[in-house]
Every structure is written in C-alpha cells, then in structure tokens.
C-alpha cells in the first residue's frame, strides 16, 4: 500500500525553500595567494554575499556573528574568501585538533556546500577551522555524509580579536561538474562555538541539517566552466613490514602499489588500483555482540570510498528492521574460514572502478575487483584449506525523477576462479553468487517526505532464487518526525557481497515523535519530545519471532546536549539455539519463548567543552535473566593538539541455574595527538574479555605535501589467558600524489 503512495508524493509533493538567495562568481585573470588575507583588488570588487541565519538553537533569527563572503573564479580553481565576524571581541576559538577531517561540530569553522548538478541528491562540502585545519566530504541522498573522501586543495586562515577569515581554492580537475551549467547550487556555513551557534546563508530549519540539499542558494556563473584538459592523478606507494606471528621468525617484506583517478569527462571519473596495500587505514574499535546477529564495521580502504554511496545505499538500513545492504565492500578481500569460525583476510591484485555523472539526472558506477587465492590452516592440526581467487564485480545506476527522487538498479557478481594455477584465471562454475535489484528512493522538494521501495533477488549455482524486498516512508517536520516501514527477506537470500545478518522474516515497524519547544530565550530546554517505537518480526509461516515496544523522552538542550529515556518491552521466540551470556555452557532451545522489559538512558554532553562524552545505561530482563549493560565514552580535548580518551563496554548478564552467568567488557585509551598541520600520531590500545584479546595499535602519520604522506604503523594483538602473542607488525608506507 506504500508504494504507490511513494511515487506519488515524489510526483507531487513540490514545496520548497522560502527564499532562494543568489550571488554571482567574479571571473579573474589573476594569480591569488593563498594566505588568508583579501589584498588582491579581486576580492574587494567581488560581490558579497551575507545575512546567514541560525540553523541551531533556533532558525527564526539572524545569526549573532555574522559572515561575509565572496566567490572568484578562473579556469583552474574556485576560491571562496569569507569573514566570519565574532558577536563579541573575545577571538578565542575552539579546535579540537589540528587533524584534518576534524569533527565540524566540536569546532569553529566555515564551510562551502557545493551541489554542482542542482540535482539536490549529491554534492560535496569544504570545511576550513578557525586554525586552518581542511575536511572535505561527499554527500549523498541530499542529507547523508562520508567525510572518509578526501581530494587536493588549498586554504589559509587569519585571525583577530573582531574576527576570522577563510581563504580557499578548490580545484575544478577534483569537482565533477557539466560544463553547459551556469549555476551551482551552493550554501555557506558556519559553526560559531562561542555564540552557541550555527548558521547557513540559505536557512535551513532546524530539524535539518545544514548540509541538507534541498535548502541551497544560487551560485551564478558569468560563463560556462571548462574542463581542465589535464585531468588525472597518479599515487604510487611503497610498503616495507616487519612483522611475526606467536613465536615465529619475523618476516619482512615490501610492496609497491599504484593508484590512479583519471577523469573521463567533467563528470565521470576512472579508479585504478594495482597492488594495493591498506596498512595505513585506521583500526576498527572493539565491539562487543551479547546479540545473535553480525555487527557491521565502517569502510576505511581509500579505493572503495569516492562515490561508494552509489552501491552502498541499495537495500535498507534503518532502526527497526534487520539491515538488507545488497552491497557490502568489507566483503571483498575476505573469506570464511568455517573450520576456524573466522574470516580470513585475501590480497587484492587490483581494480578499477568508474564513477560519476553521465548526464545531469543519471549517474552510474561499475567496479571489478580482483583478489589473489589464499592458502590457510584449516585448523589447530594444521591442515590446509585452499581458498580459489575471486573476482568481485557491481554495476549500479541511478535516473532522477520528479524533483529530487531517483530510481536505481544495481548488478552484482561474485565469481570464484578454478583452483589450479594452470586455469587459475578461468571461471569456476559451481561456484559463485549474483544478485540483481531495483528501487525507487523518494525525497520530496523540501525534504518532508522521503522514502524507498526495493526488491532484490539473489542466485547461485543451485539456480535457487531468494528474494528480499522492502517499503519504507518517513515525514520529518518541524514539530514531528515519524517513519513506517515493512521488509521481508527469504530463507536462502544471502547476497556474498552484502550485509544481511538475519534472513526468513517478514518485519514491520513504525516511530514517531512530537516536539515540545520552549518559548523562553534563557531556557536552557530546547525542547522535550515524547517518542514511541514499535516493530514486529514473522517466521515463513507468519508466527511472531520478535516483538519490541521502545517509548520514552527525547530532550535536547540548547548547549548541544541532550538525552534519551527509554522504556523497552521485548518478545523472542528463538527460531535457532542460542546463549545469552555467550558462554559454553547450556544454550536456550529453539522455540523457546522469553519476554523480558528494561529500561535505558542514553545522555550526550556539550560537545563544546573541553571534557566531554556520552553514557548509555541500559538494564533489566534478558531472555530467561536480567542484564546491565553500560558503555562509556570519556574526551578531553587538548587544544589545538587533539584529544584524549577512553571507551569503556561493560555487560553484567545473570541467567539462572543451569545457565552460566557472565561478564563481558572492553576498555580501550585512546589518543589523536597533532603536533602541527602535517605531523599526527593516534593510538589505540583495545583489550575485551570476549576473545580475551589486547589490541595495540600506534600511527604516526607526516603530511609532507597535499595528500602525500609517509605513515610509521605498529600493530600487536596478544591473547591474554594464556599470555601468547598472536601477531605484530612494524609497518613504514610511503604515499606520493602526483
């Protein structure tokens, strides 16, 4: 019944924006330089544009400190100067490091949200701290965010005690763009700590985010943009590791890498990765699972970031339903060792992906991955379990329709090769995975609406068909957000390069809440929400396996916290045996029936402060027996250096007698030290009694020129109880954008 509701509300619904402000670039023929000061005659004859409005605590004002800004423009870059005026003299600004990629929240900063198709679905956005720092990130979907991308720019910051300014030129060669267009959709934004504000130039309401977008203003060219002709980037790397397993002999080796973006087009742009090495990506954190289902884990590997959206989104994510994701980049370069219960790590001997435009409504994405054969113990008695190479192929494509909806297919094909090195490249016939979908994803003009629909379908060499498929709808406004949503997934669906931790149900579910906010200016409440959730899981048959009712508060303040009290009422019949305290002892048999109730508060502090932090406290019944679970997450900021912390997971589970109890936990110190804008170091040392493993992990990272870094990385894993160690690496890469 959702469905056609859906196309119909993105057919119709059209309200937009108040109004939309417009400013003109100013073309020059001059050189700029880079340094944060306005002494070019250029920027004083350009036009201005100014008169932001808040976003945060409320969005009916003017903002406090106020921000000028000016856009010039030649064939090369697009500068972008502003001053960002403080409401008081003070001039003291809050960073939370020096760190590129810094948390734009925790920080002062100004930054430019460019939507350069005006299709209000994808764009980028440059962000500039008060002490000069860059982030640079990818948006999607008009509202979602992966500051993991990163490309070449320039900027400078100046300072004084009245105000800020910002000096930035952005490369048209990293932008993707068409060149017949005469305006952008553009927003300038701006976090002031001081103030306790943050504010855009094109008002954006504030049960929105300020990079949502459907709010935007008119960036106008005098003439069209050209290509710049020469337009790819060539990043070789070496890797040299030492590194030891228990007690073994250590062993060294290197590795030359090659990546490569080459652009095809103004809008369309080529990857190519040879060999590639991904020592240099961060370490997961530890995760605890008292649950019976996967946890899923963030892409950090460069070459699967830039557009990763166009394969990434597929399927639904969303609280209340079991997460069906088509496409699932962690899965590539791993394999399932089920005699050892873990996966194994496979090199990847290369790829290519394209990505990007091929006209202003329709964006495609096509990959092909290909990773090595792996031989493995198959367990302690050391026996040797061949994993064949794998080729690991996606084809996704996107066609706007309406104002911004879009509709997408995707294609996908995970192939084993033949074992035998003499056919080690030819195609294993018994022995793959494809899957194909299509959806249509909903955003109403203004951003009220949106929503999808979607139906997937995977196969093997059995030729058994499963199919997975999903409706959700979600209406945000001002004074209300509320969501309805139903999934079903068959019994063999199991797409190899996706992300389905539970198949063989039918779910239903559904949210809202109202928002009370208050009238007074000095009030420190923002407002007060009451909330209600709901969601219900079938079996194949149609008998209920889960049920769960969620109701409570959500408070925000306006310094930026806010909390979360919830009452939680639970349903589980057990389709398969299962351990709450995730022991070895007796398991719950499958059929069983446990309802349980708890309670739970998550709070969030004033991330503006130098200590800061959040709390989840959650406790009650569990299954057959009771539970306290608390997480906490510890920050001090030592500005500008960076911060300091500690992440704490601890799990109390009781069950009664035969059942064992348990006490699970994880502790990890943390640290993100910048000793200047291009000398970093972070580390991380994670211990959990769950796998009675202690991680080790330390980087030091010097930016020597633009995207061009020499990373120094240990790594050391040890099992406790007995105290052996399991692995450690001595890593030094090389990373040169040329």
């Not at 192939?415 to 090195?421: E, N, T, W």
């Not at 943390?670 to 991380?684: C, E, G, Q, V, W």
């Not at 020499?710 to 050391?716: A, D, G, K, L, R």
Request: hydrophobic letters at 40%; glycine letters at 6%; proline letters at 4%.
């Amino acid at each position: 019944m959702l469905t056609p509701l859906l196309v119909l509300l993105g057919a119709a619904v059209g309200a937009q924006q108040m109004t939309i402000p417009a400013l003109e670039a100013t073309p020059i023929d001059q050189a700029l330089k880079i340094d944060g000061y306005f002494t070019e005659d250029a920027w004083m004859n350009a036009k201005e544009a100014t008169g932001f409005w808040t976003n945060f605590p409320a969005d009916t004002t003017l903002a406090k400190g106020q921000t000028v800004v000016r856009v010039l423009y030649d064939h090369d870059f697009v500068y972008i100067g502003a001053v960002l005026y403080n409401h008081t003299s003070v001039g003291r600004y809050v960073a939370s490091s020096l760190r590129r990629d810094y948390p734009f929240a925790e920080n002062d900063a100004f930054g430019v949200i460019l939507d350069t198709y005006r299709d209000q679905t994808n764009g980028y956005g440059f962000y500039v701290s008060a002490y000069g720092v860059q982030r640079e990130e990818q948006i999607f979907a008009g509202i979602t965010t992966d500051g993991t991308w990163d490309t070449k720019w320039y900027s400078a910051v100046s300072q004084d005690s009245a105000s800020w300014s910002v000096e930035m030129a952005i490369p048209l060669k990293y932008v993707r763009f068409k060149e017949a267009m005469n305006e952008w959709n553009i927003n300038f934004v701006r976090n002031d700590i001081a103030a306790n504000e943050r504010s855009s130039w094109a008002r954006v309401p504030r049960n929105f985010s300020m990079i949502n977008l459907a709010y935007h203003g008119t960036l106008e060219w005098p003439e069209h943009l050209k290509r710049v002709k020469k337009n790819y980037s060539i990043i070789p790397s070496l890797t040299y590791a030492a590194s030891q397993t228990a007690d073994d002999a250590i062993g060294t080796h290197a590795r030359l890498s090659l990546d490569g973006k080459i652009s095809i087009t103004s809008a369309l742009n080529l990857d190519v990765t040879i060999n590639p090495d991904f020592s240099q990506a961060e370490v997961d954190q530890v995760q605890l699972n008292i649950t019976r289902f996967e946890l899923v884990f963030p892409e950090k590997r460069f070459f699967f970031i830039e557009n990763s959206d166009l394969f990434s989104q597929f399927g639904i994510q969303q609280t209340g339903t079991s997460t069906i994701r088509p496409f699932y980049s962690r899965r590539i370069g791993l394999q399932y060792n089920a005699a050892r219960s873990q996966w194994e790590r496979t090199p990847l001997l290369g790829g290519l992906r394209l990505s990007g435009k091929i006209n202003k409504n329709l964006r495609v994405g096509a990959m092909s991955v290909q990773t090595d054969a792996l031989d493995t113990p198959a367990e302690q008695s050391g026996a040797t379990l061949k994993f064949p190479s794998q080729n690991y192929s996606v084809l996704a494509v996107q066609q706007k329709v309406f104002s911004r909806s879009n509709i997408g297919i995707i294609v996908e094909n995970r192939q084993a090769m033949k074992p035998d090195s003499v056919a080690r490249f030819s195609f294993d016939q018994r022995n793959y995975n494809r899957l194909i979908g299509a959806e249509y994803n909903l955003a109403s003009a203004n951003n009220t609406w949106t929503g999808k629909v979607f139906t997937n379908y995977t196969w093997d060499h059995r030729d058994k068909i499963a199919n997975a498929q999903g409706v959700w709808l979600s209406r945000n406004t001002l004074r209300s957000a509320s969501y309805v949503g139903y999934t079903k997934a068959g019994k063999e669906f199991q797409p190899d390069m996706g992300f389905v931790p539970r198949n063989n149900f039918s779910n239903f579910y559904t949210e809202a809440d109202y928002k009370f906010y208050t009238k007074k200016p000095a009030a420190k409440l923002n407002f007060v929400a009451p909330i209600i959730h709901y969601d219900i899981y079938l079996d194949s048959l149609g008998k209920k396996t889960d049920h769960q009712w969620r109701y409570g508060l959500y408070v925000t303040f306006k310094n930026t916290a806010y909390f979360y009290l919830l009452g939680w009422n639970e349903y589980t019949r057990l389709t398969a045996p299962f351990n709450p305290a995730q022991t070895e002892g007796p398991m719950l048999p499958p059929g069983s029936v446990h309802r349980y109730a708890a309670v739970s508060l998550y709070y969030e502090t004033d991330f503006r402060k130098n200590r800061f932090g959040t709390l989840w406290i959650k406790t009650g019944q569990y299954f057959n027996g009771n539970f306290v679970q608390v997480t906490v997450n510890l920050n001090q900021k030592v500005q500008p250096w960076g911060t300091v912390g500690l992440n704490v997971d601890f799990n109390r589970i009781q069950l009664p007698k035969p059942y064992a109890n348990n006490t699970l936990y994880a502790i990890g110190p943390k640290a993100d030290i910048s000793f200047s804008k291009s000398l970093f170091f972070n580390t991380i040392v994670q211990y959990n009694n769950q796998n009675e493993n202690l991680n080790v992990y330390a980087r030091v990272q010097w930016r020597f020129r633009p995207l061009s870094d020499f990373y120094i990385i240990y790594t050391n894993n040890h099992d406790v109880n007995p105290w052996l160690r399991r692995d450690q690496a001595l890593t030094a890469k090389l990373v040169y954008w040329l």
